[in-house]
């Protein structure tokens, strides 16, 4: 076991739970005892589970309170335990990691893997019962897999359901796939019986749904187009309006994806968020979505290269990414909430990447790592991170507006983008009687 002492993160760094406000952190709450009904309590659990890749993977946990953090490998065996505040974990394990915290170390935990071959970073998933991916299907020369771990001690089982270009693929393949209790199943896309079956295969742009029917899962999707590949990362709930930032400047292609899994079309509004200002591109102002399909808008005109973060408004619940091919390489974002008042934390800061902020509403005001960004309303701009350190910690000062992060990371020609999502670090107790 390695020694976690001798990696402390610095205590100018703040990290956050590895969740979503969609559901990205298991909590569990103090008996009323400990704290009264209707306060904001600290988060006392928190689980992650790293899928496994090709190639060599690095995982960081960067707690700072004290409490139990393990980490453990696919089948138990236990890679690492400490009790110590600040202690940061760092392995290279090209399996599956899950990542485990107890106590007050739960609200201050951060992991994430990123494959150096092919460079493609994830943030680790924790377990969920509905989860959507947006990215490229087989007919675009992707080849798409479906991590899916089970942390729990029982069978899970999930349905794999998927919307296309021309509507839902109905089909009995993905039906009640099970996963075993403490082990990960990876899914292919187009396998017979599991991944939706030959159906699949005419499809170009894909959003898959994960749900669980028994139990919980992580899930995580990795696609890989050409020479390029990377993760796709965790859609939030579709939603009528919706910021997709981090849409990197630079040649190359990029390419908006909308969702609409309902059974009514849906009227989206686009406006994308430049550092010049936000204005709707010129006729992709309103795009009409047919119900329980995937359309797909083609931003390079309207971006000229240009940094931006795409701001939709539906008349119906919609979910939204986009994909980037430079080079050789592909890189996939998705929409993300607003970082709350304890921001965001990006775990791996072993390459140079920047930073992508976007304020769709008033000017935003953050800090990273004791040095503040100022974002005018309605604009995105983009910040220089050096390599090295623990992390990256981005976090709202008071009076600061809505702000939306992702981090992009480029290195030997290779690129990949990661959200960045808001920290869970506490949860709400209500009321007794509360509804």
Do not use: K
């Amino acid at each position: 076991m390695m020694d976690l002492r001798s990696r402390l993160a610095p205590a100018l760094l703040v990290p956050v739970a590895v969740a979503a406000l969609y559901g990205a952190a298991q909590l569990s709450r103090p008996a009323a005892r400990q704290a009264p009904a209707g306060t904001r309590v600290p988060i006392t659990f928190a689980l992650a589970a790293c899928p496994g890749g090709d190639g060599t993977t690095t995982v960081r946990a960067l707690p700072q309170r004290p409490g139990r953090l393990a980490v453990t490998a696919a089948g138990g065996a236990t890679l690492a335990a400490t009790n110590a505040p600040g202690a940061a974990w760092t392995g290279d394990r090209a399996g599956p990691v899950v990542v485990r915290a107890d106590g007050d170390l739960a609200a201050g935990l951060a992991a994430e893997r990123t494959t150096d071959r092919g460079l493609a970073a994830v943030r680790c998933a924790a377990p969920g019962t509905d989860l959507w991916f947006l990215g490229p299907g087989p007919a675009a020369g992707a080849r798409l897999e479906l991590h899916l771990a089970n942390a729990d001690d029982r069978t899970a089982a999930v349905d794999i359901t998927a919307l296309s270009g021309e509507g839902p693929l109905d089909t009995p393949d993905g039906r009640g796939v099970p996963v075993a209790p403490h082990a990960t199943r990876v899914v292919r896309l187009g396998a017979p019986g599991e991944g939706l079956g030959d159906i699949v295969a005419g499809a170009r742009d894909l959003a898959l749904r994960v749900h669980a029917t028994v139990g919980r899962v992580a899930a995580s999707a990795h696609a890989r187009a050409g020479r390029g590949a990377d993760w796709l990362p965790l859609a939030p709930e579709p939603a009528r309006a919706l910021i997709v930032p981090g849409v990197p400047g630079g040649p190359g292609a990029r390419r908006l994806a909308v969702a609409v899994p309902g059974d009514a079309d849906a009227r989206v509004r686009i406006q994308v968020l430049t550092g010049q200002g936000a204005f709707a591109p010129q006729g992709q102002e309103v795009l009409d979505a047919p119900a329980r399909t995937v359309t797909t808008v083609d931003l390079d005109r309207a971006l000229a290269g240009r940094p931006a973060a795409v701001r939709l408004t539906a008349d119906r619940p919609v979910a939204a990414g986009f994909s980037v091919a430079s080079g050789g390489d592909v890189a996939y974002g998705t929409a993300t909430p607003p970082l709350g008042a304890d921001g965001a934390f990006a775990a791996d800061a072993r390459l140079p990447s920047w930073l992508s902020l976007t304020a769709p509403e008033g000017p935003a005001h953050v800090q990273v790592a004791g040095t503040r960004i100022d974002v005018p309303a309605g604009r995105t701009v983009e910040r220089p991170l050096a390599a090295g350190g623990t992390g990256m910690t981005v976090v709202p000062l008071a009076g600061s507006g809505p702000v939306h992060a992702a981090r992009t990371t480029v290195a030997d020609g290779r690129i990949t983008v990661l959200p960045l999502v808001p920290a869970a670090r506490t949860t709400w107790l209500p009321p007794v009687g509360a509804r």
